[in-house]
């Protein structure tokens, strides 16, 4: 079985939404410097830092929130949608281009954002989101998890959060700041399951894929 890592590295140096704190990664207790058995390292940051997902109650009063959240949503086929000719946005046009198997269920955008480090790169404004329509899209097309190679799914240019709304309103869960880079289009397994944090509007987790096969 081949397995393709489809997270980016979390560190200090990892580029966050803007207005949210970097995160603190560091070893106040045990440390082997200090002659302790063990090192024992504290992280202090938000829970959409990195590679992580968004449960619906990140926007939806009432929603789902992640330790609710069934395991197989996170686990199972998926389609790796290559979009990296589109200029500003993924858009319902482009599904419909696809062509898409009938069956598909979890959708992962390749963009144009996965061609350069982007986790290591200040907070670019015009990064490739998602638009309305292709979030439409997916909620006529029975998908229930969309990922993109970047921080947000939104543009700052639509403070409203259109494609969040409209997504996490219809129970589809979104995985955020995945990286495309060396993967072809296709079904893969996804493996994207979240840190169950009770309560939680989101959580990191390690995201990769595995042949079908």
């Known amino acids: 079985m081949k397995i393709f890592d489809i997270s980016i590295p979390t560190s200090a140096r990892t580029t966050v939404f803007p207005g949210d704190p970097a995160p603190i990664i560091h070893w106040p207790g045990w440390t082997h410097e200090r002659g302790n058995p063990a090192n024992v390292g504290f992280f202090n940051g938000g829970l959409h830092h990195g590679t992580h997902v968004d449960a619906p109650w990140h926007f939806i009063p009432g929603g789902m929130r992640i330790h ?59 990064f490739i989101h998602i638009d309305e329509s292709a979030a439409q899209w997916c909620k006529d097309h029975g998908i229930i998890l969309v990922g993109l190679d970047y921080l947000t799914v939104d543009p700052p240019t639509r403070p409203e959060f259109p494609a969040h709304l409209i997504l996490l309103g219809n129970g589809i869960v979104i995985v955020e700041n995945i990286l495309l880079r060396d993967i072809p289009a296709g079904r893969y397994i996804l493996h994207a399951a979240p840190v169950k944090i009770e309560d939680g509007d989101g959580a990191w987790c390690r995201a990769y894929l595995t042949s079908p096969d």
């Open 68 to 126: 609710q959240l069934p395991l197989d949503i996170w686990v199972g086929p998926a389609e790796v949608v290559d979009v990296t000719h589109a200029k500003s946005c993924v858009t319902a046009a482009d599904l419909d281009a696809a062509k898409l198997p009938k069956d598909a269920r979890r959708l992962l955008f390749k963009t144009r954002n996965g061609l350069t480090d982007f986790w290591l790169e200040p907070w670019n404004p015009d």
